[in-house]
T-cell receptor
Framework: AQSVTQLDSQVPVFEEAPVELRCNYS??????LFWYVQYPNQGLQLLLK??????LVESINGFEAEFNKSQTSFHLRKPSVHISDTAEYFC?????????????FGKGTMLLVSP | GAGVSQSPSNKVTEKGKDVELRCDPI?????LYWYRQSLGQGLEFLIY????????KSGLPSDRFSAERTGGSVSTLTIQRTQQEDSAVYLC??????????????FGPGTRLTVT
């Protein structure tokens, strides 16, 4: 079984400041890693994913995450946040080499960006 | 193209009544998933469909919950004799089926169920 821990339920930050949202996972098998974002009153959208290859993955809107196998972490970072980044962020894992990719989610981190 | 759609967007029902929630996946997506998002529990997997069959129902919380999928497309999640603890947002997602690799799941906007 897999589990995902997001240590911070809420992260308040000022606009243009850097931010890191933490994610640790536990699994007895190799996993794929994902960050999803949920804007207010909207559905989940994939932000970025790690499947293989380079351990640093980037999204089109300036977020990046680094897979660290030894620390079983996949923290999400952005060097300068905008008001529009206010949303809930979910880290998720799925098993590699399974016939399908059921996602196990963390409990989410609410990013609150203020002016 | 159209994304995943769900209906209704909101449903208020009385305790003990049955409800049906509908999901229309993206055309051509053979894999379909139901998740539940509730306060305190976060996002939980309920059931997975590949085509019309459900090889993984391990997340269904009780036998009051059932789901079906017809024509490899639309899926219905049914909750019988609803309880207050069933109040949550029910999310549907679909993806291509790759037979091994992990494809992105596209989520619908969800159905907010409130049991009074």
């Amino acid at each position: 079984a897999q589990s995902v821990t997001q240590l911070d339920s809420q992260v308040p930050v000022f606009e243009e400041a850097p931010v890191e949202l933490r994610c640790n996972y536990s699994s007895s098998v190799s996993v794929y890693l994902f960050w999803y974002v949920q804007y207010p009153n909207q559905g989940l959208q994939l932000l970025l994913k790690y499947l293989s290859g380079s351990t640093l993955v980037e999204s089109i809107n300036g977020f990046e995450a680094e897979f660290n196998k030894s620390q079983t972490s996949f923290h999400l970072r952005k060097p300068s946040v905008h008001i529009s980044d206010t949303a809930e962020y979910f880290c998720a894992v799925s098993r590699m080499n399974s016939g399908y990719s059921t996602l196990t989610f963390g409990k989410g981190t609410m990013l609150l960006v203020s002016p | 193209g159209a994304g995943v759609s769900q209906s209704p967007s909101n449903k208020v029902t009385e305790k003990g009544k049955d409800v049906e929630l509908r999901c229309d996946p993206i055309s051509g997506h053979t894999a379909l998933y139901w998740y539940r998002q509730s306060l305190g529990q976060g996002l939980e997997f309920l059931i997975y469909f590949q085509g019309n069959s459900a090889p993984d129902k391990s997340g269904l919380p009780s036998d009051r919950f059932s789901a079906e999928r017809t024509g490899g497309s639309v899926s219905t999640l049914t909750i019988q004799r609803t309880q207050q603890e069933d109040s949550a947002v029910y999310l549907c997602a679909s993806s291509q089926y790759s037979g091994g690799a992990s494809y992105e799941q596209y989520f619908g906007p969800g159905t907010r169920l409130t049991v009074t």
